[in-house]
């Protein structure tokens, strides 16, 4: 028996390149993959284009609207526009995805407008939206509880005889997380449809990756039974072509995917964090060589497959959405302070019945002396 | 009519409420095959399939998780966790999940899942096979909290907490699970107590006592030797923790004026302590003394060989009803 059938694997060792999936290089230049290829349109490829700069000017204005007080908290996806854009294109209709708290590039190609996400960065609501209106669902914020959630929906799917898949979206440190490796069970044990998207972006916060595993985060899924692949998360083609590849293995009954996008978190975790005291600018220079979004630009001029009016026109979109977030982001109204009763419970509870109606009451009690004061006036 | 354990009676629940609506699941460990540990799930699997009574890996957190991916589909996942002291895996995906998904999602979403704990101790058994942890998810916004005290309630209450469209933690007794009762099956669930009633198991003028799950016979036995003394106890079967019925609470406790709340569980910020206070707020002035409280230490679970002396009984609760009439 050769090491290969016995399982053993190379394991790179640090410091060295990594072995991942990749369509398209840092320069803007289409290469050919023996497993992994990719059928894709002028169209198709403008479209992706696109979504990522649409979706990295999102974040821009979020964290500009952070910073001028008008959000709580933002947790930027700057450097992921590729690994959620692809992943987030590849799916169909009928799939479902279950993100983080930073799958903003997801959320935008389901179509969920961004003011839902800000909603909740600026403290309105926890989420709210309809998650079955884009099969989108909430942002889950306790790291890797999405993914058991992805998974039990998979497994109904599977029950339904649907011919669709679930991606559950999560990061590098999440796979530390009892949960992921549940899921990771759960998923393999049920052969249930769904597609584990790891976005490695090297850092959990302040931790870096090698905090949280001593191998490449992809050789984990044959532990458990299924097949990991690592892909270059800057390269949205690549995603694309891997994604779809896993997603349609998923449709037809053959199980879980584990797939690993190995990319950058280029700004801080949140607006709350201060990445200069845990890592080197130097680091973050090569990644931006490595820009998900460059590439793809200069691969549309270098082939002529856009032009310039193609770019101006898509600057001016940017435009006009950013004032859309911007101006729907200002003009949110706080909620009525008697919602927080609401949709606790599907079915009538006396308890928040009554409390509400006390604090109706204590609270018309200001009205009174509002009404009062104005009086005076 | 049958004569039935409140074990079977769980069993019959689970069937019936199987039978009425495809989209019920049955999943935990061990639930398939062998029927569960306690054979409450006993034939299901071999009537419904493996497609819905689910032998699932061991992780209860993967139960609960899986349970509320599955509710978001459609379904209607009953979870067992084999013992009470095993659900804190799953405490996250039932406290910040479970119950508060649905509030996060502006009530767009439901997740009808019911989690069935054997509660309490008194069967001889080693660590974590005997606590009762019915606080921390009474305190936990989201969540409706039963507990079953006989095979009748055990029947209805199993069918009405799956009907729910909200997250129910079911308490099933396991020390009663061999305890028999009649059982009518051709009630209908409407003809039963709604699931989030109290229900006065023995009136009585001198005092009252509060008791659920496990302790309600312990009461009823209390209440029986009171009145050989002519005392007479008036005894409230609470059923819901969370909710709770406080107009029978209430009414109960302005008509005897002393209040005695007994459960296993430990004292200290216990059901006892929001009973206490929640009476003492609303019947103040009918009260001639105050509300006591009747539980297990606050110490971990001890030993079985000392589970007698930290359980609650028949002679601890008569003490604190005669130093209620004392005062």
Same mark, same amino acid.
């Given at each position: ?31 050919? *993959? ?38 709580? /908290? ?48 600026? =403290? ?19 790291? +890797? ?13 599977? &029950? ?6 679930? %991606? ?9 997380? =009892? ?14 449809? !769904? ?29 458990? +039974? ?42 801080? *975790? ?21 820009? @998900? ?46 919602? %927080? ?30 009404? *009062? ?5 | ?44 699997? &071999?009537?419904? +399939?493996?497609?819905? !009574? ?63 704990? @054997?509660?309490?101790? =008194?069967?001889?058994? !080693? ?34 907490? /799956? ?9 099933? @007794? ?97 059901? =006892? ?55």
């Amino acid at each position: 028996m050769t090491d290969s059938a016995l399982g053993t694997r190379h394991i790179p060792t640090q410091g060295s390149e990594p072995e991942l999936v990749q369509l398209l290089t840092p320069e803007g230049q289409r290469v050919e *993959h023996p497993t992994y290829s990719l059928q894709i349109s002028d169209d198709e490829l403008r479209g992706l284009y696109r979504d990522l700069v649409l979706v990295r000017r999102v974040d821009a204005e979020a964290t500009a609207l952070q910073r001028q007080g008008e959000l709580g /908290i933002w947790a930027s996806l700057l450097g992921q526009e590729a690994a959620q854009v692809g992943s987030g294109r590849a799916m169909a209709e009928d799939d479902y995805a279950f993100p983080t708290y930073r799958e903003h590039g997801v959320a935008w190609c389901r179509g969920i407008d961004p003011l839902n996400l800000l909603g909740l960065f600026r =403290g309105v609501n926890h989420g709210g939206w309809d998650p079955d209106e884009k099969n989108f669902h909430l942002y889950t914020i306790v790291i +890797g509880a999405q993914t058991l959630h992805a998974t039990g929906y998979a497994m109904g799917m599977q &029950k339904d005889g649907a011919e669709s898949a679930v %991606i559950a979206y999560f990061g590098d440190g999440a796979t530390s997380q =009892g949960d992921v490796n549940e899921a990771f069970i759960y998923a393999s044990v049920f052969n249930a449809p !769904v597609v584990f998207f790891c976005q490695n972006n090297q850092w959990a916060i302040s931790e870096p990756i090698e905090k949280q595993t001593r191998i490449p985060l992809y050789q984990r899924a044959m532990g458990f +039974g299924f097949p990991g692949v690592r892909v270059d998360g800057n390269d949205v083609l690549a995603v694309l072509a891997v994604t779809r590849a896993a997603l349609q293995k998923a449709r037809e009954g053959s199980g879980p995917t584990l797939i690993e996008a190995y990319t950058y978190r280029m700004g801080a *975790h949140t607006t709350s964090d201060d990445p200069t005291r845990y890592r080197l600018t130097h680091e973050l220079e090569s990644w931006k060589l490595k820009d @998900p979004i460059e590439r793809v630009k200069a691969y549309l001029v270098r082939t002529g497959k856009a032009d310039q009016a193609y770019f101006d026109a898509l600057e001016r979109e940017a435009d006009g959405l950013a004032a859309h977030v911007r101006r729907g982001c200002l003009e949110m109204p706080d909620p009525d302070p008697l919602s %927080i009763f609401d949709h606790v419970y599907a079915e009538r509870h006396p308890l928040l019945e009554e409390e509400r109606e006390q604090f109706a009451a204590y609270l018309e009690t200001f009205d009174a002396v509002d009404a *009062h004061d104005a009086g005076d006036r | 009519m049958a004569t039935v354990t409140l074990a079977k009676a769980v069993t019959m629940g689970l069937r019936a409420a199987m039978e009425a609506d495809p989209k019920v699941l049955v999943m935990g460990e061990d639930v398939g095959k062998l029927g569960g540990v306690f054979r409450v799930t006993d034939g299901l699997q &071999k009537d419904f +399939g493996e497609d819905r !009574v689910i032998d699932t890996p061991l992780a209860e957190s993967g139960i609960i998780g899986t349970a509320i991916g599955l509710a978001l589909r459609g379904y209607r996942p009953v979870c067992e966790i084999q013992f009470d002291g095993f659900v804190y895996p799953a405490f996250d995906q039932i406290v910040s999940q479970l119950a508060k998904m649905r509030a996060r999602a502006l009530g767009k979403v439901s997740l009808p899942v019911v989690v069935r704990i @054997p509660v309490g101790g =008194g069967i001889g058994a !080693v660590e974590h096979h005997s606590e009762s942890n019915e606080a921390y998810f009474a305190h936990t916004a989201g969540l409706r909290v039963v507990a079953c005290s006989n095979p009748v309630d055990a029947y209805f209450m199993t069918q009405q907490a /799956i009907a729910s469209d909200d997250p129910v933690i079911l308490y099933e @007794p396991k020390r009663r699970y061999w305890e028999k009762a009649d059982l009518d099956e051709s009630l209908t669930l409407e003809q039963a107590a709604p699931l989030h009633s109290a229900r006065v198991l023995r009136s009585g003028t001198d005092a009252t006592v509060i008791a659920y799950g496990p302790m309600v016979k312990t009461a009823m036995e209390a209440a029986t030797a009171a009145a050989e003394e002519g005392k007479e106890l008036e005894v409230i079967d609470l059923r819901s923790l969370s909710p709770l019925d406080t107009g029978t609470l209430e009414a109960s406790a302005r008509k005897t004026g002393r209040v005695v709340v007994v459960h296993e569980a430990p004292g200290f910020l216990g059901m =006892g302590s929001e009973l206490a206070a929640r009476i003492t707020e609303t019947c103040f002035f009918s009260l001639e003394a105050p509300v006591l409280r009747v539980t297990g230490f606050d110490t971990p679970y001890p030993p079985s060989r000392l589970e007698e002396e930290y359980l609650p009984d028949l002679d601890r609760l008569l003490d604190a009803v005669d130093r209620s009439l004392a005062y």
